[in-house]
């Protein structure tokens, strides 16, 4: 893989160059063949999307830890609209668990007539924009910006990776009341884990016993992952995600926020996100 911090632009989206390609894109949109029995974990980035991964991961092992000790995170739900994703996906037995952070619009044609189920997980954006400027100064692929104030500025622009998170969002809750969808709040899961990996396994039809729940909460912790090499990205060359510079699993919280946003910049944001998110209730969140 090339990598660059150049961004290519595909249906008014940009996503890193190098990692996707107009071609990888375009078959995830128009030519993949979505079987009923998929589960798709969609996420905009740094709401969850790993998270996720691994309790999928654990919940379709009966909460069994071994696959999540002994294959990396990416190759057990692979990303669909990665250059590698096609060969990852397409010939994979079912159920396919599949990650993608695609806007609802560039979701997969043949999604509509299927009955595959999309577990889409949400996080307070401004949380989101803190974990995203830490993550553009380690990951190789993604744009920079000088200080945090102007990554906010970035983060609320159509040039931020996967488009705007205010339309990311709308884009999805517009399945909200598709029986095969199923919203989680990354804020919610850091208060109770349990109850959302309860929530997750009834939705998914997954009859786990207490105690393959509790093994799938123990294993997919904050503390679990960040330790388990498989999940955590150590294994991810120095060329993408420059070692010394971040981690990760940095530090898995709600609220992280407080600790960057000055007041005015909260009350900034706060006043976008009214503006833009008004005909949307996300008073769950
Ligand atoms: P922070 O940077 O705020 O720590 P994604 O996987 O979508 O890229 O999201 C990454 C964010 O999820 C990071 O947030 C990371 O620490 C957090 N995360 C990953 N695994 C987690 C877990 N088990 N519990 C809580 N947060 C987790």
């Not at 102007?150 to 040039?159: E, G, N, P, Q, V």
């Not at 969808?181 to 997954?206: A, E, H, P, Q």
Request: charged share 25%.
């Amino acid at each position: 893989m090339e990598v660059t911090r150049k961004y290519i632009e595909f249906e008014g989206i940009k996503t890193p160059g190098g990692v996707h390609t107009p071609e990888s894109l375009t078959w995830a949109w128009k030519e993949f063949e979505v079987r009923d029995d998929d589960v798709f974990n969609a996420t905009y980035p740094k709401s969850g999307t790993t998270w996720l991964q691994e309790i999928l991961s654990l919940i379709y092992s009966n909460g069994d830890p071994t696959p999540v000790k002994t294959k990396f995170s990416w190759d057990r739900v692979p990303w669909l609209e990665q250059h590698s994703g096609r060969g990852q996906v397409e010939n994979r037995p079912s159920p396919r668990l599949i990650t993608t952070h695609l806007p609802r619009f560039l979701f997969p044609q043949s999604f509509q007539k299927s009955k595959a189920k999309v577990i889409y997980t949400v996080r307070n954006p401004k949380d989101v924009c803190v974990s995203f400027y830490y993550f553009s100064l380690y990951a190789e692929f993604m744009e920079r910006r000088e200080n945090f104030q102007d990554y906010i500025t970035h983060f609320l622009s159509k040039d931020v990776m996967f488009g705007l998170w205010f339309e990311h969002v709308k884009g999805w809750l517009t399945m909200k009341d598709n029986p095969n969808f199923l919203l989680l709040s990354y804020d919610n899961m850091t208060k109770d884990l349990r109850s959302n990996v309860v929530k997750i396994c009834k939705f998914l039809g997954k009859d786990l016993d207490d105690a393959a729940i509790d093994s799938v909460v123990e294993h997919s912790s904050f503390k679990a992952m960040k330790e388990n090499n498989m999940s955590n990205y150590s294994a991810v060359p120095n060329e993408i995600f420059s070692k010394g510079q971040g981690t990760f699993h940095r530090k898995g919280i709600s609220g992280d926020h407080k600790n960057h946003f000055t007041p005015a910049l909260e009350e900034e944001f706060d006043r976008i996100y009214k503006e833009a998110m008004k005909d949307v209730d996300l008073a769950f969140l």
